[in-house]
Structures are given as structure tokens and as C-alpha cells.
């Protein structure tokens, strides 16, 4: 029965109080402050008070606060006693909750009941006091505000009726890292006949009394595109193309396959060079790559692929190893030439199996070891390994994981990325910057954001693009 005169408030809330006096009544978040800029604090509590009410008997209101568990998590709300009297003698009182830490409210309800056995009218509660006690635990940084919304008094007449209040919300602030400036070096208005790229430069300053960690997002918002890169970075809208890299050397260590025609005799597939696994157990060591240099590209992942020419036999496998034995999956072969990538391996790249391939020394110094599996075999030829490659996928991105930044108490730093245009990329654009910072949780986005317009172009002696300009 207790949603019944909580309904009724959430809809009286909603209408204009057309010809009442001022409000007297007052709800009130106490303590209105809680500094916590240091994080000296991991809990604490407030109150939901009610100040100069007359004839409370019932009440609804939600409590927002940060939302999705970053900054702070609630605890069970307990009933503040204040609807409680003697001749409600602690037990005729009903007292409701709802907890939404996702998205950072708790509904709170509470009311007057009736005792059993007792007669005639049942006022409510006049004065001052409280409502509702709220515990919070501290599990990141960042601020909060608590706004009581949606909020409703009721007094003791059936129906009742609403009583006019005001709301005092209260504030709680954690360690925040804030925005400062951005520049962009092109301007908004970017011609690709002038700049190849866009640099932007971000200030952000850390008020708090502790050290920080910090970083900046830009989000880049075309009619059909949305791009996300973070300060510290280099961001292709398309990322280069991926190379192969062919062997190009042989060590004849361990060889006990057969190898036909000429060394390193797996640089190009139906060329007449070729080693072949006659046994079982049959090791063929070293073949190394063709070596790279990155320049300003980011190793994504690198693929092993062979090109195999063995019988279509789940049974068989060229085992594949590094220079240093460990294992990067199985090549096979697949019934007549043709390219395949290692199977059985458990993970989506060779890189991922050995993480060195994602540096340009690591892919250099890359050696391929060959290991026949082939336990039916009886000595018999076929298994036949034509050609292996890496093949080397770059990211668009770079690097990958956005540069985290310390800032100490009191500093101001100047964070700088780069967006490395191509024609593609001509329109216009809706942009934001958003400071994120973090101690030991989530990162928090800061208060302040920055909005702003961009439009990319090429125009030249009697050219433009797009032609609509």
C-alpha cells in the first residue's frame, strides 16, 4: 500500500503549485559539502533531512549521484525515524528502497501506518529531522553532486495533500584533474593542399592535493564516421597496408627434412624449392625473414602463413617454432597447394603466441624451426612445405594503448596527438575533447569538455573538393 501515496506524490510533483504560498517546509541534504580531495576518506554517510515541515505522514524522493559505481557506491538506506512517534511506537512505519548504481540513484519511500486498534485520525509529524541516513564507500576519484529529484511531501489528510517545499542539494568533492585549453595547429578549417596532418594540443591541470593520472579523448563525429584516439597518440583514419615478409635465409641445423632445389627454398611457392618431411619427428631449422623497418607504422599482429602442398590429413602437422623452441602453432597441409595459417594454436595470431613479433627487432631476428608430425607416415614423401611468410598487419593507431600522464599536485601539463589526414577524410565534423583521470579505479571524464566544429578540405588554383562547397 505504501506505492499508492507514493505514486500520487510523483504525480503531484509534476504540476504547478498554482496559488500556494511559499514553501516553508524544507528537504535538505546534510552535510551540504564533503571534501575528500586527498581520498583521506574511504566512507562516510549523509542525510536526507526535512526542516520546518507541518503534518508530514508520508514522502517519496530520488537521490541522484554518480552514476555507474566509478566514484561512489551506496549501501543500504536506513530509515531516519523521523515519521516514527509514539503513536506509531516504532513499528507502524513503512520505510522503502531502490538501488540503481549503474546509472547513480536510489529511490527512497517512506510513510505513517495506522496501529491496529487504533482510533480516529492519525496525524503526521511536524518539525524537524531526518528522513533517511545513506552510506557511501569511496572506490574512485572524481566529484559528486546529490540532487534530490522527484521529490514529494504528503500530510495526514485522505487523500493527502501535497505540502510545498524547497530543496537543498549537497556536494561532494573528490580529487578531479580539469581542463584548461586546446589548440588545434591547423586552425578548424583544415585545406590537405596546405597540412597533411592536424595536431592538437591539450593543457590540463591537476588542483588536487594528490598525484593524478590523466589523459585527454578526442572523439571526432562525421555523418558517417566516428573516430576516437587519445593524446599521446598518432591516428591514420586507414591503416597502412600490411606487407609480407618471405624467408630469405636458411641455417641447415637440425635438418633432417629433404630439401629440394635451392636455398633458403621456401622464398616463393611453385618455384621448384621445397622441403619435404619424410618421418615422423623430422626437425628443419632455421629460416629467417626478410627484415623491416617500421618508421612511424604500429605493429598490430603478425600471421605465420605456409604454402603447403601435404596430404588433406587431420593426423598430420608441420609444427611450427620459434628460434627459442616455443611453440606458434601447426601448419597442415590442406590436399593440394595451397596457403594456410597455423591451426590448434589457441589464439588469433602468431604474435599473440610470441609477443616479440610486435617489434620491429622482435620480427627481425624472427627464426622458423619445422617439426613433422606425421606418426602414419612410414617414411613415405608428400609433406611437402612450398613457401612460408609473415604477414605483418599494421594499426591505425599508435601506439596502441593511449600514453597515461602523472600529474603531480598543482601541475599544468600540455598533451600533444597527431591525426594523419587523407582525401578520405574531406567533411565536417562535430568534435569533443574530454579529460579523463584516475587514482586506482575507473577513469572519471572531467566536468569540462571542449566542443568544437572542424572542416577538412582540399582547394587548390581552381579546384575544391567537395565540389558542393
Known amino acids: ?25 524544507r528537504l535538505v541534504v546534510n552535510p551540504q559539502e564533503i571534501h575528500n580531495e586527498d581520498l583521506s576518506i574511504s566512507m562516510f554517510t549523509i542525510n536526507i533531512d526535512v526542516e520546518r515541515v507541518t503534518d508530514l505522514y508520508s514522502f517519496a524522493l530520488r537521490l541522484k549521484f554518480a552514476s555507474y559505481g566509478k566514484t561512489l557506491v551506496v549501501g543500504t538506506p536506513i530509515e531516519g525515524g523521523f515519521l516514527d512517534d509514539e503513536i506509531c511506537n516504532g513499528s507502524y512505519t ?37 528522513l533517511a541516513v545513506l552510506r557511501f564507500q ?34 561532494y568533492y573528490g580529487p578531479t584533474v580539469d581542463f584548461v585549453e586546446m589548440e588545434l595547429t591547423t586552425g578548424r578549417a583544415v585545406n590537405l593542399r596546405v597540412y597533411g596532418e592536424i595536431g592538437f594540443k591539450t593543457t590540463i591541470t591537476n588542483p588536487s592535493p594528490i598525484p593524478l593520472n590523466a589523459s585527454v579523448r578526442y572523439d571526432i563525429i562525421g555523418e558517417d564516421i566516428w573516430h ?31 630439401a629440394v632445389g635451392d636455398s633458403p627454398y621456401l622464398d616463393a611457392p611453385d618455384d621448384g624449392n621445397y622441403v619435404e618431411g619424410t618421418f615422423d619427428a623430422a626437425f628443419m631449422a632455421f629460416f ?13 599482429n603478425v600471421q605465420l602463413e605456409g604454402y603447403t602442398n601435404g596430404p588433406l590429413n587431420e593426423g598430420i602437422d608441420y609444427d611450427a617454432y620459434s628460434q627459442n623452441f616455443a611453440w606458434v602453432g601447426s601448419l597442415y597441409g590442406a590436399g593440394a597447394p595451397a596457403w594456410v595459417t597455423p591451426r590448434w594454436v589457441g589464439a ?33 614423401p608428400g609433406n611437402i612445405v612450398d613457401c612460408a611468410r609473415l604477414r ?29 589526414l587523407d582525401m578520405v577524410d574531406v567533411g565536417r565534423y562535430n568534435c569533443k575533447a574530454t579529460v579523463e583521470f584516475s587514482t586506482f579505479g575507473d577513469w572519471i571524464p572531467a566536468a569540462k569538455t571542449k566542443e568544437f566544429h572542424l572542416r577538412i578540405f582540399w582547394a587548390g588554383p581552381g579546384k575544391y573538393f567537395p565540389d558542393t562547397e
Open 348 to 380: 588469433d595470431t602468431t604474435s599473440d603466441m610470441e609477443p616479440s613479433l610486435l617489434t620491429e627487432a622482435g620480427i627481425n631476428d624472427f627464426g622458423l624451426l619445422l617439426y613433422l608430425y606425421d606418426p602414419d607416415s612410414l617414411g613415405g
Open 138 to 171: 569511496v572506490v574512485g576519484t572524481g566529484d559528486s553532486a546529490f540532487e534530490i529529484q522527484d521529490s514529494g511531501l504528503l500530510d495526514s489528510n485522505i487523500p493527502g495533500v501535497p505540502i510545498g517545499h524547497k530543496v537543498i542539494n549537497g556536494y
Open 94 to 130: 513503512e520505510f522503502h528502497y531502490n538501488i540503481d548504481v549503474f546509472h547513480g540513484f536510489v529511490d527512497i519511500g517512506g510513510t505513517r501506518c495506522r496501529p491496529p486498534g487504533y482510533e480516529g485520525h492519525v496525524p503526521g509529524v511536524s518539525g524537524d529531522g531526518t
Open 228 to 258: 576516437t584516439f587519445y593524446s599521446g597518440q598518432t591516428y591514420r583514419t586507414t591503416a597502412p597496408p600490411s606487407v609480407y615478409l618471405y624467408v630469405n635465409e636458411f641455417t641447415a641445423d637440425y635438418t633432417e627434412w629433404t
Open 288 to 300: 629467417g625473414f626478410e627484415d623491416i623497418t617500421l618508421g612511424d607504422r604500429l605493429i598490430d
Open 392 to 420: 605483418v598487419d599494421f594499426a591505425s593507431v599508435a601506439p596502441v594503448d593511449p600514453p597515461i600522464y602523472t600529474i603531480l599536485p598543482g601541475e599544468n601539463i600540455t598533451v600533444e596527438t597527431t591525426w594523419i
Open 1 to 25: 500500500m505504501w506505492l499508492l501515496p507514493l505514486t500520487i506524490m510523483l504525480l503531484v510533483v509534476a504540476m504547478p503549485e498554482m496559488g500556494l504560498a511559499a514553501p516553508r517546509a
